[in-house]
């Protein structure tokens, strides 16, 4: 049984992603530059994919919303996918995946949008997806590495695709309140 054929299987059998095959994590050579770069896009922050992945698992277990809640599950799976796209660049740039941003500050849970409500919540979500969307494209403009940018192009399509759903939920359920 090939456990990470399933897996790619799986993820790319998902709804909420951009209609896409995901590029293999390689890279030109090795670039401690690069890899310290992608650092902040795998632990640093509001448009981090941990902090991405940690805060739409949370919201999916707290929101009683079955089609909001199922979205935020689908959206976190994507997101450890994109997490270990970037840790495999990071490794293959030379450097060390570890749960930490470019200045070496540890992640940690504090980082997570948390919310009260539902409303909040997509909010939340909604800012965190516009931070990384802003993040990625300035990692594409700073990357001169082809295979390192099309990975992080492809991330993108993602992100933007994250984005439309989080509008679109937010539109149906709470547009009408203004």
Not at 33 to 50: I, N, P, V, W
Not at 89 to 106: A, D, E, H, V
Not at 116 to 131: C, Q, R, Y
């Amino acid at each position: 049984m090939d456990i990470e054929k399933l897996v790619d299987e799986f993820i790319e059998g998902l709804p909420c992603k951009a209609d896409l095959p995901y590029p293999e994590a390689k890279v030109e050579g090795q670039n401690l530059r690069y890899a310290k770069l992608l650092m902040d896009a795998y632990s640093d922050g509001e448009k981090a994919e941990m902090t991405a992945i940690a805060q739409y698992m949370h919201h999916h277990l707290t929101i009683q919303n079955k089609e909001i809640a199922n979205a935020e599950l689908c959206i976190a799976l994507i997101e450890m996918k994109h997490l270990e796209l970037l840790g495999d660049l990071i490794k293959n740039l030379g450097g060390n995946p570890k749960y930490r941003n470019s200045n070496k500050s540890w992640w940690d849970g504090g980082q997570v949008g948390y919310g009260d409500s539902t409303e909040f919540k997509l909010k939340l979500d909604i800012e965190a997806e516009k931070a990384a969307i802003e993040g990625y494209k300035t990692l594409i403009s700073e990357i001169k590495d082809k295979h390192v940018v099309h990975v992080l192009q492809r991330i993108l399509e993602d992100e933007i695709v994250h984005l439309n759903i989080l509008n679109a939920l937010f539109k149906k359920y709470f547009d009408n309140k203004n």
